[in-house]
C-alpha cells in the first residue's frame, strides 16, 4: 500500500485538563474524499489543524508525506469583510498568482463572475467558491476544508458538494473535510470518521451509517442520512439527559442528540420517525 499523505498517530491533546484530542489514530491517502463528522465541540478542527502542523499535540505523532501541498480553507475567515478588496486581489494575499491562474481558479470554481466583485459583497456560496479557488491555487495534493458549506443554503450545498467531487476528478487530489450535512455526506464521500475526541467509528459511509456508535451520537438525524427510519438505542441516559456508555464522552457539550426525555431501553420511536420524515420532505 502506498504511504499516507498525512498520517496521525496516536495523538493526544488537552485544553484546561479536558482530553480533545484521545489517543488518535488517523490517514488520508492520495485521492481519497474522507469526511469527519462529530459534534459541536468534538474536536474535529483541532484534529485537522493537529495533522496540518498548526496545532500542537502533546502526545503521538504526525507524519506528512515530503512536499505534500495543501489547500487549507479554515472554518473562519480571517479576513476583514468590511475591508474593500475585490476578489482579484483576495486571490493575490498570500502567495502571488498570475491572472490567468486567478481567473482559471475561479472558473474551475464555477465562480468566474465574481473577479472583480468586492469580497464583502459575496453571497455564501460565492464565498466558499473563492475560498476554495484560493486553495487550488496552490495546486494541492490535499484540499482540506473545514466546514465548507457553512453559510450556504440547502440547495447550494449539494452543489457544492458536486463540486468538490469534481475538482477532486479533475485535480487527482485528495480530500480531508469536516462537515455537518450528514445526508450529502454519506452521498459524496469514500470514507467517513465519526468522531468525538477519539474516533468512534471509520470507513465506508455503508459501514458507518450500521455503526451503533454513530446512531448514537445523531439520534434521529443519522436515520434522515440514512433514509429510513430504524432507531435502536445501545446507551442509556443520565438525568440530565447526557449519555451514558456507547460513544458519548461525558461532555458538557451539545451532542446533537435529540432527546428530552429518558429511554434506557431499546425501542423504536415513533415520534422521531415523523421528525425525520418530516426533515426529508421539507
Ligand atoms: N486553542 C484552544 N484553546 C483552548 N480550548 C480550545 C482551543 N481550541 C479549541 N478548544 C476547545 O476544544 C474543543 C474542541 O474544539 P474544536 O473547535 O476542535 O471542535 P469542533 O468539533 O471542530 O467543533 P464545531 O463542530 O463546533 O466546529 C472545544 O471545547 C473548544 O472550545
Redesign the pocket.
Known amino acids: 500500500m502506498t504511504a499516507p499523505l498525512i498520517e496521525g498517530q496516536d495523538l493526544t491533546l488537552s485544553?484546561?485538563g479536558?482530553a480533545?484530542l484521545d489517543h488518535v489514530s488517523l490517514a488520508i491517502f492520495a485521492g481519497e474524499i474522507m469526511t469527519l463528522i462529530?459534534?459541536?465541540?468534538?474536536?474535529?478542527?483541532?484534529?485537522v489543524?493537529a495533522l496540518l502542523g498548526l496545532?500542537a499535540v502533546e502526545g503521538g505523532r504526525v507524519t506528512r508525506k515530503p512536499g505534500l501541498r495543501v489547500g487549507y480553507v479554515p472554518?473562519k475567515l480571517a479576513i476583514d469583510r468590511v475591508l474593500p478588496m475585490t476578489v482579484k486581489r483576495f486571490l493575490n494575499l498570500t502567495h502571488h498568482a498570475s491572472l490567468s491562474d486567478r481567473v482559471d481558479a475561479l472558473k474551475q470554481v464555477g465562480a468566474s463572475h465574481v473577479l472583480n466583485s468586492q469580497i464583502g459583497d459575496l453571497s455564501g456560496g460565492e464565498t466558499q467558491r473563492v475560498m476554495l479557488a484560493r486553495a487550488l491555487l496552490r495546486k494541492p495534493d490535499l484540499l482540506v476544508l473545514?466546514?465548507p458549506t457553512q453559510g450556504v443554503d440547502v440547495a447550494g450545498q449539494a452543489d457544492l458538494y458536486r463540486l468538490i467531487e469534481t475538482i477532486r476528478k479533475e485535480q487527482g487530489c485528495a480530500v480531508l473535510m469536516?462537515s455537518?450535512d450528514l445526508h450529502l455526506v454519506m452521498a459524496k464521500t469514500d470514507k467517513v470518521v465519526c468522531?468525538n475526541r477519539h474516533v468512534c467509528c471509520s470507513g465506508l459511509p455503508e459501514t458507518v451509517r450500521q455503526h451503533p456508535e454513530y446512531r448514537s451520537l445523531f439520534g434521529y438525524r443519522a436515520a434522515d442520512a440514512i433514509g429510513i427510519y430504524h432507531h435502536e438505542h445501545d446507551h442509556e441516559h443520565d438525568l440530565s439527559g447526557q449519555v451514558v456508555g456507547g460513544c458519548g464522552h461525558d461532555h458538557s457539550?451539545d451532542h446533537n442528540h435529540d432527546h428530552g426525555h429518558d429511554h434506557s431501553h431499546s425501542h423504536h420511536h415513533d415520534h422521531d420517525a415523523s421528525r425525520a420524515k418530516e426533515h426529508l420532505n421539507g
Open positions: 485544553f484546561g479536558e480533545v462529530g459534534p459541536n465541540g468534538a474536536g474535529k478542527s483541532t484534529l489543524k496545532q472554518q473545514d466546514e469536516i455537518h468522531f457539550h
